[in-house]
């Protein structure tokens, strides 16, 4: 899947559309929607409301446009319809032991396909050094390409070979003085920013850095050396890129001296391109089915004449923009199953069938038709497909309009005979983060509270840089932050995804979710139940599972969350992915499974203090332990909070009782002498800031009002509330002395925390926006009595125009953001490392503006691997506001990088991730995550056969339409059942691949698997190694 990377500020998510009744007005009866036949079963035809921003498959990392690259370009692996890797480009690929060298042998009757005249003309054969030149194209920094960061984080030496490229074309590299100048390395050849033709520099900055990315995949540890093969020019590019592709250390043609090892795989002569990586993937497969690794043929690199080459027009930037005929499509290669016919920006988009694809047997649809819409929402498909104008409509979990006309009250009967309830992975998760680095935010000139606890408008005016320390140095406070996840109620605003599909019985959000990494991407298989319960039938774990099992292990625990002696002897959540990795070693399967909890760890603080009370925490076990299920109504087995569409934050005061504490589980090692940590504090050793605080709120842990009903407002049960406003009193006291003792805040005012919000978003999106932070402010508010007004409150900034929107949105004039990420591989890392230091997400919560990151030195001087972070403005105050922000993501960004190089057991590895996971959104609420876009189940009506469609979330398995096929009628609810049953018998028994496994010369055909289980590689090998046997004899 092309980069799916939602960003968005709170206020600028885009609506669907919700209450729309457009559908309904169409004068077509039910009847005749169901009964209409679809004229051409060989045309798909889809909506786009966006123009493409380029083709290039190496460069583009948008969502929409990976829609249309998915199906113009192959990867060497792909994902079928039930969840099995098969050989795309690839026809087979193996590994050295350690999983840190993949090499993939290609097929041999790949070509790539040309436009010219308007016609399709066949070209050369697809080869490993097509992959090869994708690598080149990446990583050269001139070709702006969005995708770098698969390389940088997976392939050995590209971090230093993108140092190196830095030290040999910016005259500005070394800053160490405070007056930049160039590294020794420099040379300006390399450097395109130089007076003259922009297009002129590029291309020889371009050809140069080319050469030295060919002469560093040679020498990687020599710069020196590196450069002068760069610059060399008695050895023409062409013959430069044969030598690194041979010699390649980075990447080469699969015949590695080094790292072949043949008792583990075929012998290395029959592969096409192997890569080495910085680390022990197991993983890879997903990595390298990443769209990003797709072919780029030698055109795109043909930035200047050489021997041997003549320069290209598509060249660079210029590779595979539609600018125009010239310079735009014409010009670009295809190795996937379609091409384009036609594009007219804002009106047109339609693909054709290749017709010189390997695999075009299996290319069902012939055409694609893609026509624009200025809004793709669910009423406008909807009415679209009404219409006859899209091949299909999704009735989504916010679309009140089509759910009642389409669905009804029951989804697992819907009204409309041609509706059918599709399971899903939706793995997109969004979050709220906190941005530590605000700089000139909006306030109000003054400051008051009217007596909802809500901001008085008054003249807003930009903060002074002393008003913006306060603001930073407030949210760095984890108090403020556990405050925060405590009182926020997540549901009113994650509502506006799921409403259609919630009704009215369900007050928490179907789509709320509680971890950041989404389930369905990663999976264990459990034989053995050291995640699962022994009585489970489930045998795959997924990885939510493992965080679930270390916030509260309900394998413990019976359905009434008493203590069992058995640990291991109730059923579990069940796990709905069909894909699982290995278990590992056999020191994983032998080690043991007892665990500490964050929870257990938590108890035990509370026993040392003796807070501890079984009758009460058993109460906050039946909310906040193992639950009804709040999402399942029907659900009678009980599953962990942790689990999607279940509040595992609102009002949970075991969590909300981390703010009391001097110390939470991260504690120095070594004696804080070399920057390292861990997680093992002794929960016997952790005293509490204000005793008399912590004490009184630890007595209310576990009592709760019982006459609130959630599904009304809070502001209608006021007086229903009196033990929550208790709590939320003792929590603002808190806050106000850390305020205080911490960050050397005094006011009397509140501070204010800002985010944004579209002016031009749907308007039930601002209500509810509305509801949450109102909500918020409404219960933190100064009620009488003894009471103290809230620290801190929200604050809803609305720019006056879009225009002005974006502009703050750029500059990060917010105090909260959020975001959303969808993966493109199958581990959590992919996840965890935009959270880090340096990752992503750092125009959200502004690392790098905030501190500066060195090397980690042991006691002795010399280098520890790792990273040591400091305040980039130090004085004692912030210091001491920001120390327990900064160890916090110095250990996460230390042991994310740890675990994820060396942690290959995937039980170990899950189990550390989790814990890591936890400690950053659970312990430290750096984030908070919210919801997902969608539902995991999705009515649809459509002439497709969904069950011949792909649907793994990572990389751009579902986008691709290899394989898929059209009905002339809609698909019944009977028919859907039967071919449901047809495809779990395939699952069962054994399927014919959609992919050939090789291409047979002498007949000129493809030779597919029959009764394909998912086992490529084991088959292919076996097939290979028979026919050899064979030939040999």
């Keep these: 899947m092309k980069k799916v990377l939602g960003m968005t500020l709170l206020g600028s998510i885009i609506a669907t559309a919700v209450a729309s009744a457009v559908s309904c007005s169409v004068g077509i009866s039910l009847d005749k929607i169901l009964n209409r036949k679809n004229s051409n079963t060989r045309v798909l035809r889809e909506l786009t409301n966006y123009s493409l921003a380029n083709l290039n498959s190496a460069t583009n990392n948008t969502s929409n446009d990976a829609d249309i690259i998915a199906n113009l370009q192959d990867v060497l692996l792909a994902v079928n319809n039930h969840d099995h890797y098969e050989g795309a480009l690839a026809e087979y690929w193996d590994h050295n032991k350690d999983s840190d060298y993949w090499k993939f042998r290609l097929r041999k009757n790949a070509y790539w396909t040309k436009i010219e005249n308007s016609k399709q003309v066949k070209g050369d054969l697809i080869t490993g050094q097509d992959l090869f030149n994708t690598f080149r194209y990446v990583l050269n920094k001139n070709n702006l390409a969005l995708t770098t960061e698969h390389f940088l984080t997976n392939f050995k030496y590209v971090p230093q070979l993108m140092d190196f490229i830095d030290k040999l074309s910016d005259p500005k590299y070394d800053k160490s003085n405070g007056q930049a100048k160039p590294d020794k390395l420099y040379d300006s050849r390399f450097n395109k920013d130089l007076p003259g033709d922009l297009r002129t520099n590029e291309l020889r900055s371009s050809y140069w850095i080319d050469r030295a990315i060919l002469a560093f995949n040679i020498e ?110 014409n010009g670009l290669w295809y190795s996937g199953p379609y091409v384009i016919q036609d594009y007219f920006p804002g009106s047109n988009l339609n693909l054709t069938k290749n017709e010189f ?244 760890w938590m108890i035990k603080v509370l026993q040392k203090h003796s807070l501890y009370d079984e009758s009460r925490l058993t109460s906050w076990a039946n909310r906040f332990g193992k639950v009804k299920d709040k999402k399942d109504l029907k659900n009678t087995e009980k599953v962990s909070v942790y689990s999607e569409g279940n509040d595992a934050f609102l009002e949970n005061d075991l969590l909300a009782f981390t703010a009391f504490l001097k110390e939470d589980q991260l504690q120095s090692k070594n004696g804080g002498q070399d920057g390292t940590f861990d997680l093992k504090r002794d929960p016997n050793k952790v005293e509490f800031k204000n005793p008399e605080l912590a004490k009184e709120f630890g007595k209310l842990i576990g009592v709760y009002d019982k006459d609130f009903d959630p599904k009304k407002d809070y502001q209608n049960q006021d007086s229903k509330l009196s033990t929550l406003y208790k709590k939320i009193n003792l929590l603002k006291q808190q806050v106000k002395e850390d305020l205080k003792n911490t960050s050397g ?154 675990i994820d190089e060396n942690e290959v057991d995937i039980y170990k590895r899950y189990t550390r991730l989790a814990q890591l996971e936890n400690f950053y959104t659970l312990s430290s609420a750096i984030i908070i995550p919210t919801h997902t876009h969608q539902a995991d189940t999705l009515p649809i009506i459509s002439y497709l056969d969904e069950f011949s469609k792909p649907t793994w979330p990572t990389g751009s398995h579902a986008r691709r339409l290899v394989g898929v096929r059209m009905f002339d009628k809609i698909v019944t609810k009977e028919q859907f059942k039967k071919q449901k049953e047809n495809f779990d018998k395939e699952t069962l028994n054994g399927y014919r691949s959609v992919y050939p496994k090789t291409f047979d010369s002498k007949s000129n055909k493809n030779i597919y698997f029959d009764q394909f289980k998912g086992n490529w590689r084991e088959e292919w090998k076996k097939e290979y190694e028979s026919k050899n046997k064979k030939l040999n004899k």
């Excluded at 579990?572 to 992915?577: C, G």
């Design 357 to 600: 694809y390997y695999n075009k047997e299996n290319v069902h649809i012939e055409k694609i038709l893609y026509s624009y819409v200025n809004k793709a929402d669910a009423a406008t498909r909807r009415f679209l497909f009404e219409t006859g104008d899209v091949s299909s409509t999704r009735i989504n979990a916010n679309d009140l309009a089509g759910y009642k006309k389409y669905v009804g009250s029951d989804e697992s009967n819907p009204v409309f005979e041609g509706t059918n309830v599709l399971k899903q992975k939706p793995t997109t998760t969004w979050a709220f983060g906190f941005n530590f680095n605000t700089k000139e935010t909006s306030i109000y000139d003054d400051i008051k509270l009217d007596q909802e606890g809500s901001l008085v408008p008054t003249k807003r005016r930009v903060r002074t840089p002393e008003e913006d320390s306060i603001l930073n140095r407030a949210i760095a406070l984890k108090s403020l932050r556990i405050m925060t996840r405590f009182v926020l109620n997540r549901s009113l605003y994650a509502k506006f995804f799921s409403e259609a599909k919630d009704g009215n019985n369900h007050p928490v959000s179907s789509q709320l979710r509680n971890t950041f990494t989404s389930k369905y991407v990663s999976t264990y298989n459990d034989k053995e139940h050291k995640v699962l319960d022994k009585k489970s039938q489930n045998t795959v774990a997924d990885y939510a599972d493992f965080l679930a099992k270390d916030y509260y292990d309900i394998t413990k625990y019976d359905d009434n969350n008493k203590k069992l002696n058995n640990t291991n002897s109730v059923s579990s959540t069940p796990v709905r992915t069909r894909r699982a990795t290995p278990s590992g070693t056999s020191e994983s399967s032998s080690a043991s499974t007892e665990q500490q909890s964050w929870s257990d």
């Design 220 to 329: 990687p540890t020599n710069e020196e050396k590196a450069k002068n093969l760069a610059l060399d020019l008695s050895m023409s590019t062409k013959q430069l890129a044969k030598k690194s592709f041979e010699e390649g250390k980075i990447v080469d043609n699969g015949k590695s001296k080094e790292k072949n090892d043949n008792s583990n795989g075929l012998d290395s002569s029959i592969f096409d391109i192997g890569f080495h990586l910085s680390k022990k993937i197991s993983y890879f497969e997903s990595v390298i089915s990443y769209l990003a690794f797709a072919p780029i043929p030698e055109v795109a690199l043909l930035y200047a004449e050489d021997s041997g080459q003549k320069s290209n027009i598509y060249a660079g930037t210029n590779y595979g923009k539609p600018l125009a005929r010239k310079s735009g499509y």
């Design 745 to 898: 805040i005094t006011s009397n005012k509140p501070i204010t925390i800002p985010f944004l919000l579209d002016p031009t978003g749907a308007d039930d999106f601002k209500i509810k926006i509305q509801r949450l932070f109102g909500a918020f402010n409404y219960l933190v508010r100064n009620k009488g009595n003894g009471d103290i007004d809230s620290p801190f409150v929200f604050d809803i900034d609305k720019p006056i125009d879009q225009s002005a929107y974006l502009k703050q949105r750029r500059d990060s004039k917010f105090g909260l953001g959020a975001f959303g990420w969808s993966p493109d591989y199958d581990d959590p890392t992919n996840y965890l490392a935009t959270l880090k230091y340096g990752g992503v997400y750092e125009h959200i919560q502004g690392w790098k503006k905030l501190f500066n990151g060195s090397e980690l030195k042991t006691t002795n001087g010399s280098n520890k691997k790792g990273i040591k972070l400091t305040l980039k403005k130090s004085d004692g105050t912030s210091e001491k506001a920001f120390k327990e922000l900064k160890d916090a993501l110095q250990f996460f960004t230390n042991e994310l990088t740890e």
